[in-house]
Every structure is written in C-alpha cells, then in structure tokens.
C-alpha cells in the first residue's frame, strides 16, 4: 500500500522533497496532519478519533488519509498515510459545496450512521444492514433532502444504497449539511469503498480500498466519537477552526 501511495499522491512528495532540498526538515503527511489537528484549535474535547484527509492542490481529487488518535489531550499518529479519491473537481472552498458541483465539502464533521451489506461486520460501530429499498435523498425539492429513506419516496432522484457493485459494501454518513439540512448545499457524501484497487474520484465522497476501510471500522470506538477533517492542506493549516 506504501507503492500505491507514492504513485497515488506525487504532490505530498514533491513537497517534502522540495523541503529537503532547502534543507527543512521533511513535512510527511503523518507530520502534517498533525499540524492540522494542533492548529484547529476548536476541535470539540470529546472528539478523541479523527480522520484528517487533505490535498495540496485544492482541484486535485486525490487526497492522503491519516488517522489520529488522542491521548491525553495530545494527538497521535495511529496509522501510515492512506490514499483517499475525494470530488472529481477537488475540494470546496469552506461554506461554498453546492448539490451537483463534483467538489467535496471542506470543514470538520461527524463520521455518522454506517450501512453494511453484511449481517456480521468487524467493528463496534454500530450498523444498519442494508437492503434494497435503502435509499439516501439527493433531490432539494424533497423534504427528506440529504436524509435516509427506507421504502418508497416522492423524491425525483436518490441514491441507492444497495447497489450491484461493492462500493457502497461500507458506506459511512459523513455527516455535512445534515443538521441542519439546507437545500442545495449537497448531499450524500460517505465514507466509501472504491470502484477497484485504487482510490477513485467520486461526486463528493472521500473513498478509499475495502482494507482500508476494514481497517477503520475495526480501529473505530463510538465513544471516541470518530469525525473527520478535510480540505485544502493550506486552509485546513489556516485554523479555520479557531
């Protein structure tokens, strides 16, 4: 996975080599994401899981995943650096994601409710396994915008969350625009499985490999309420977060 992450993400490392080559120290992805956890100060205490997943270029949709953990209340690296696909156009700028734009949301959320295909999953998360009928809400006009939905629907377009390949086999609510929801700010934006081998860009979606993603569930305790931070490597280093 270390190979793929060299191939998937050659912005990091032309970032750390240009370091060296000035002679800075190197800013790994692990170093760098805890930069970003320590610069967000406003981070809530309970938050004691936290996925940080950033590009350096903001229209890149490849990103690096790191997970950290807090001890105390200092953070920790807990895993090596993990490729992630993110929007097909990159991340949004903070307040401007819109429904239908191919841009992932930048800010800090929630990891909320997980749809599993399976009956029996490695996690203490807890799940709902899915069905056919399962569905997630895109469409604005609908009251049940950026909601689940069991069943039959008004709405005019919606995902299926059950669908005939493996990438939604894990599928985790990131929760952006759910509380409150607001018309066409987006929608439907999980924690997901890639389509193959490799991360891939998606609508909005962070998506990374289905061992990754075992390895998450399995690594995540609800009471350390697992979320995420994500954007831009330079807004998320601006402490938006303050």
Known sequence: MRLLFILLVPCLLVGIINNSSNGKEPVTPEKKALQIAKRNAGLPDSIRQLLVVFNETAE??????????????VWRVVSAPIPAGIGRKGFAAPGTKREGDQQSPSGFFRLGQLFCYDKDVNTRIPFIQTTPVDKWIDDPNSPDYNRHVRGETQAKSY???????????????????????VKDMGSAIFLHLSEGENPNPSAGCVVVTESDVEWLLNWMKPEFKPSILMGNDKVLMSGFLK
């Open 159 to 181: 995902e299926n969350l059950k669908i005939r390949s493996d990438e939604y086999k894990y599928c985790m609510v990131i929760e952006y625009n759910t509380h409150p929801v």
């Open 60 to 73: 890149n949709s490849l990103a690096v995943l790191v997970a950290l953990e807090k001890k105390g209340k």
